[in-house]
């Protein structure tokens, strides 16, 4: 890794840049950092926002110099009706934020499945981030067929018995339509003991969405906390995204401190640019 005062020194200026949305415009560090072969976008998994209501979840993730958002059901219902959906996407579009996917939608029945698709189709989503029950899989792939909307499965680490890792939804879908991949959660990879890393490159044909975070340990008992003051080696993760040439989205899920999580989303905002900064 290069020395720690280089990469604080640029991990500041992106912090900054994250703190200031002018600047970050500026600097070109807002949504969007592109770095020779790769066009990485951030963005906000809204779990994230969970105390906050809708208007004021897109107001932080602006002010984190981003500019889109996956909505978890409290910010926009899977049983609002289109008026409402319909409603909440011109209040993102006011705000300037791309409502690109919704979840964790967890999927039990064919009912659920069938309610998560004509959501997303209304909100013009083109993803979900899902968990679907095993039995579902063929069914959820005929949808994903019908609606052209990817189904990206999210992992879950220590405790889940559907999904723990990104390789348990790999072996299932490897040979489904491609738009049925994987959103992986670096943190609960780690919880796992496993490389998101090494994960990222052996299952980066369905990689469709990621979420990034850090935690404290590489073990159950890891918590979520700021990006740069955990276990995952970030520089060295954000290397490999960018070397394989990942176009897709990296979502801040910052699970701790949901009273107040706006500073340490934009010190993992910052982390993050600081770190693209010297790829």
Same mark, same amino acid.
């Given at each position: ?42 963005g906000v998994a809204s ?76 909100a013009g989503m083109e ?10 899989l063929e069914y959820v ?57 090494? @994960?990222?490159?052996? /299952?980066?044909?369905? %990689?469709? #969405?990621?979420?990034? *975070?850090?935690?404290? $340990?590489?073990?159950? &008992? ?10 995952? @080696?970030?520089?060295? /993760?954000?290397?490999? %995204?960018? #070397?394989?040439?990942? *176009?897709?989205?990296? $979502?801040?899920?910052? &699970? ?18 600081? %770190?693209?900064?010297?790829?």
């Amino acid at each position: 890794m290069t020395n720690r005062r280089n990469f604080l020194k640029a991990a500041g200026i992106g912090m900054a840049a994250a703190a200031v949305p002018g600047l970050a415009n500026a600097a070109s560090v807002n949504a969007e950092v592109r770095k020779g072969k790769s066009d990485i976008q951030l963005g906000v998994a809204s779990y994230t926002l969970r105390k906050f209501s809708t208007e004021e979840a897109l107001d932080m993730t602006v002010r984190c110099g981003v500019n889109r958002i996956t909505f978890k059901d409290m910010h926009l219902p899977l049983d609002a009706d289109n008026a409402a959906i319909k409603e909440t996407v011109e209040l993102c579009k006011k705000k300037g934020v791309t409502l690109y996917g919704a979840g964790v939608v967890y999927m039990r029945s064919k009912e659920d499945v069938d309610r998560a698709f004509e959501y997303a189709k209304t909100a013009g989503m083109e993803m979900i981030v899902g968990v679907p029950n095993h039995e579902l899989l063929e069914y959820v792939e005929g949808k994903v067929k019908e609606y052209d909307i990817k189904l990206a499965i999210h992992n879950h680490g220590p405790g889940d018995k559907l999904y723990p890792s990104a390789e348990s939804a790999y072996n299932l879908i490897k040979n489904m339509d491609k738009r049925m991949g994987l959103c992986i959660d670096i943190g609960h990879t780690k919880r796992i003991n496993r490389d998101p890393e090494q @994960d990222v490159k052996d /299952f980066f044909d369905r %990689v469709l #969405d990621i979420h990034i *975070k850090d935690v404290t $340990a590489a073990a159950a &008992e890891g918590k979520t906390c700021i990006i740069g003051r955990g276990v995952i @080696d970030f520089p060295a /993760f954000m290397k490999n %995204v960018v #070397d394989m040439g990942y *176009k897709g989205t990296l $979502a801040l899920e910052y &699970e701790a401190e949901a009273d107040d999580p706006l500073p340490g989303m934009m010190e993992s905002f910052g982390y993050t640019k600081g %770190v693209m900064a010297m790829l």
